[in-house]
Structure formats: structure tokens, C-alpha cells
């Protein structure tokens, strides 16, 4: 979330400019969920994301694009499903992981990029 003066509000954030200035003001991991509408299994995967950033509280940056809103990035990332999660450092795409997994999954991959 963003605030009056655009600054990045707490942890986690939503849409394509939270992304784009957390690429450019944070040194830190940031998980992108992308998720659609009625999607059941990024419900399903919400609370998962949720706890591992709040394990790692100011080490990680989770931003939400919903991909029925903002398509153009995620046909720029190839993002074909959702749920999707990119894992990116900076501009660098880290990992990528389509579709509903094990938390271990996620958990390990935020291990890599601290």
C-alpha cells in the first residue's frame, strides 16, 4: 500500500507501481503473487505468503497483481496461471513458481534469496 506521499506502507503492497518502486528503494527479496478473481487455490495460498513474510518480517516485500487489472505485466513476466509467484531481487527474477505448492517450496526459495 501506498501513501499520500507514495511511499511503501508495511510488508505487503498491491499493483504494479508498489512493485516498481520497491525494485527501485529496497534491497530486499520481493515475492509478486500474481492472482485472479475467483481463483481458489490463490485464496488457498494467501494465508501461506502471508505467514512466511511475517516470518521475515523487513526482509522480504510481498506485492499482490491482480492479473485481470493489470495484464501487461504479467504477459511481460509470462505469467500464463494463477496463482503465480516471482521472486524477484531488484530487476532479477530470482524464481518462479506457477500454481499451488508446498509451503516448503515457497519457504526455500525465500531462504535462497536472503
Known amino acids: 500500500m501506498l501513501d499520500s506521499t507514495n511511499k511503501i ?4 503492497s498491491q499493483g504494479t507501481k508498489a512493485l516498481q518502486q520497491l525494485q527501485q528503494e529496497s534491497e ?7 492472482v485472479a478473481p ?8 494467501k494465508p501461506v505468503l502471508d505467514q512466511l513474510v511475517a516470518d ?8 499482490t497483481i491482480d492479473i485481470t ?7 511481460e513476466l509470462d505469467v500464463r496461471s494463477a496463482p503465480t509467484v516471482v521472486l524477484f531481487k531488484g530487476q ?3 524464481e518462479r513458481i506457477a500454481g499451488l505448492k508446498p509451503k ?5 526459495a525465500i ?3 536472503l
Not at 521475515?56 to 506485492?63: A, F, P, Q, R, Y
Not at 516448503?104 to 526455500?108: A, F, G, P
Open 38 to 45: 475467483h481463483c481458489s487455490a490463490c485464496q488457498t495460498l
Open 56 to 63: 521475515h518480517i523487513g526482509k522480504i516485500h510481498l506485492v
Open 69 to 75: 487489472e493489470e495484464p501487461d505485466l504479467a504477459i
Open 28 to 34: 530486499n527479496p520481493i515475492l509478486v503473487k500474481f
Open 92 to 94: 532479477a527474477i530470482l
Open 9 to 12: 506502507l508495511g510488508a505487503q
Open 111 to 113: 531462504q535462497k534469496a
Open 104 to 108: 516448503k517450496l515457497y519457504s526455500e
